[in-house]
């Protein structure tokens, strides 16, 4: 598979080549590598934003752009809609999906309790901090029941204990339903390391490695980094990354 675009100094420039990638349900992948390498544009791709050039993609046995009602996507910012309550924003994608009223808010109450803002639910986004805005965001991607959730650097603009436990209520709602695929792009190693099942280290638009996890699950994320494997893994990246 193989993506390009308009170069703006004429013809067409190569981002994404030789990509060959099964992601199995329930599996978690992340993708790291250097900026501008193509991890978007990857995500893009499956999400049926983005066209290849050459190959096929295919979404639970879809084109992609049929197989939206199978994708949750979400994005590093939390692109919550001001006009809408924390709520009524978790409702969004169901309402557009024409689900009648007193189902879809009985689904999104469920995911504010499940990221534990049950309380909040009447707040406005400006009355949230940014930790607690990317878990409405994560509770409006989950109502959506996607089998298969695409993420980009969803927790890089929050701060280190902030992001520490906005991924454990990630991870825990990852592993109560493990049939959901997750495909998720990060800039940190660390963070790759501590939930996926498999790497992707892509450098100048192909997939220069595609590595095991194998740290027992359910996982201690707080003290993850003191493990050996975890150790010897992040090494391992981090040497091809330089
Ligand atoms: N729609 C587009 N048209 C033209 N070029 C694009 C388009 N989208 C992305 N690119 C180019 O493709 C390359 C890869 O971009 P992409 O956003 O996929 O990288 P990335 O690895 O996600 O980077 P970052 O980590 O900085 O977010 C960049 O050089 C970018 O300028």
Redesign the pocket.
């Known amino acids: 598979m193989k993506v390009s675009?308009?170069?703006p100094q004429g013809g067409t420039?190569t981002?994404?080549d030789n990509i060959d990638l099964t992601v199995p349900a329930g599996e978690f992948t992340a993708v790291v590598?250097?900026?501008?390498?193509?991890?978007?544009?990857?995500?893009?791709m499956v999400a049926g934003l983005?066209d290849p050039a050459e190959g096929t993609v295919s979404v639970a046995g879809k084109e992609p752009r049929s197989a939206r009602n199978h994708l949750g996507y979400m994005p590093a910012r939390d692109a919550l809609l001001p006009w809408r309550s924390a709520l009524r924003n978790v409702e969004y994608g169901l309402e557009l999906r024409g689900m009648r009223k007193a189902e879809r808010r009985n689904i999104a109450r469920r995911w504010l309790n499940a990221v534990h803002l049950g309380q909040s639910e009447r707040l406005w986004p400006w009355q949230l901090s940014q930790g607690m805005r990317q878990r409405v965001a994560l509770a409006r991607t989950w109502a959506l029941n996607p089998d298969v959730l695409l993420m980009?650097?969803p927790f890089a603009a929050l701060d280190v204990n902030t992001r520490l436990s906005v991924q454990e209520v990630f991870l825990q709602l990852w592993q109560q339903e493990e049939h959901r695929a997750v495909i998720f792009?990060t800039?940190d190693l660390g963070e790759a390391i501590a939930l996926a099942d498999r790497i992707l280290l892509?450098g100048e638009?192909k997939i220069l490695d595609d590595v095991r996890v194998d740290l027992d699950r359910p996982r201690e994320l707080a003290t993850i980094a003191a493990d050996s494997g975890y150790q010897a893994l992040y090494e391992r990246l981090r040497a091809q990354l330089h």
Request: glycine share 16%.
């Open positions: 675009f308009p170069d420039r981002i994404l590598g250097r900026s501008g390498c193509g991890k978007t544009t990857l995500l893009n983005v980009d650097e792009v800039h892509m638009g």
